[in-house]
């Protein structure tokens, strides 16, 4: 499917207003089933409004350093003529030249993401539905669990009730000791499972600890720091390299490949807007194996469809309810490790009603 001829079909605008996109600060809470921590969670952070007062959009939780950049971005550029919905990042980028990376384009992203929100619920349709006639199909999941190493119980529990003992399942690299431990618990084998370095260690640091992981992983992640793609070599890493929720762009995961990553895991979150990621995916997954990040776990979802393959996506199971928080409804894995396209309006349907939102 030509991604480009799919978006053609999305020429939608936003009001031309001075106030279009307002950043808020809101509380909520998780119910103490949706948590790792025991008994209620309460939440705070930042959400983008887009239209608010007009039966408006949303996106979100958004953290501080974002949402300082998002409400400058949105103060500093015009949005009179009126912008169309997938150009609202290149209207951005237009406007302040150095938001092409890091904070300034998951600002614009978020903002953008707000937009898609609004102009879907205008329509009483999902995202995906401005983009394509047809539903995106089911997406497998690989499960994150960071935060859950050392709760054997509940990481069985997990891995039977969605069952994943076929899928890949990742901890962090601090957490490596516990990797035998958990596939014993689980009934697994090593090479369902995955250690991810979180880009916060340097090359001597990430080979030493490389070199002490047992054969056959799935994968390791971020060994290195995606300014440093080019010393990957210099790891004599015995697994697959996984990379690529830190970069911005298509040119950025070319490297990457040259380099001898083979995983590759963009995040619509952070990849500059809807139309950019969908880009990305769509050259990704021609050329090796495709697990977006689970930050943009929602839009990966919505686009699985116009992407040339579904993707197969994160599911952090210590993190998501926090990051679907907004949300009335919730994209859950169902027994067979898959999750569905979702068929409210806009992104996920309506804000929760335990979200507060402050003024």
């Keep these: ?51 608010s007062n007009g039966g408006g959009g949303f996106w979100g939780p958004i953290s501080h350093d974002i949402a300082v950049m998002a409400a400058h971005l949105a ?19 237009n406007h302040h030249r150095h938001a092409h990376a890091g904070l300034a384009l998951v600002a614009a992203t978020a903002l953008e993401y707000a937009a898609w929100d609004f102009a879907a619920k205008q329509r009483s349709v999902p995202v995906w539905r401005l983009l394509s006639e047809s539903a995106p199909p089911p997406c497998g999941i690989y499960a994150t669990f960071f935060g859950l190493e050392n709760a054997d119980a509940t990481v069985s529990e ?89 970069f911005y762009s298509v040119f950025e995961f070319s490297s990457a490949r040259e380099h001898g990553v083979s995983i590759f895991q963009p995040d619509p979150v952070f990849s500059g807007g809807l139309d950019h990621y969908i880009r990305i995916a769509s050259s990704l997954s021609r050329h090796g194996d495709f697990y977006p990040h689970g930050n943009g776990l929602i839009p990966a979802l919505h686009v699985a ?3 040339t393959n579904a993707p197969v996506l994160e599911f952090h199971f210590g993190l998501e309810a926090k990051r679907q928080v907004l949300w009335q409804h919730k994209i859950i894995p169902d027994k067979s490790a898959t999750v569905h396209a ?16 402050l003024e």
């Design 342 to 357: 979702p068929h409210q309006p806009g992104w996920l349907g309506d804000m929760c009603e335990t979200v507060k939102i």
């Design 75 to 93: 103060e500093t550029t015009p949005w009179s003529p009126a912008v169309p919905v997938r150009g609202v990042v290149r209207h951005i980028l």
């Design 305 to 307: 469809g116009i992407t």
């Design 158 to 246: 997990l891995v039977s009730a969605h069952a994943l003992e076929a899928n890949v399942k990742k901890i962090g690299a601090d957490k490596d000791i516990a990797l035998k431990r958990l596939a014993d618990a689980t009934g697994t084998e090593l090479s369902s499972w995955a250690i991810d370095f979180k880009a916060q260690y340097g090359l001597d640091d990430a080979r030493s600890m490389l070199h002490r992981l047992p054969d056959g992983l799935a994968w390791v992640e971020e060994p290195l720091p995606p300014h440093e793609i080019d010393l990957l070599a210099l790891l004599q890493a015995r697994h697959p390299i996984a990379a690529g929720e830190h």
């Design 1 to 51: 499917m030509d991604p480009g001829c799919e978006l053609s079909k999305s020429n939608l605008y936003l009001p031309a207003r001075s106030d279009l996109f307002k950043i808020r600060e809101f509380t909520a809470h998780l119910p103490g089933k949706a948590s790792i921590d025991a008994g209620d969670t309460a939440i705070t952070g930042h959400v983008v409004l887009c239209a």
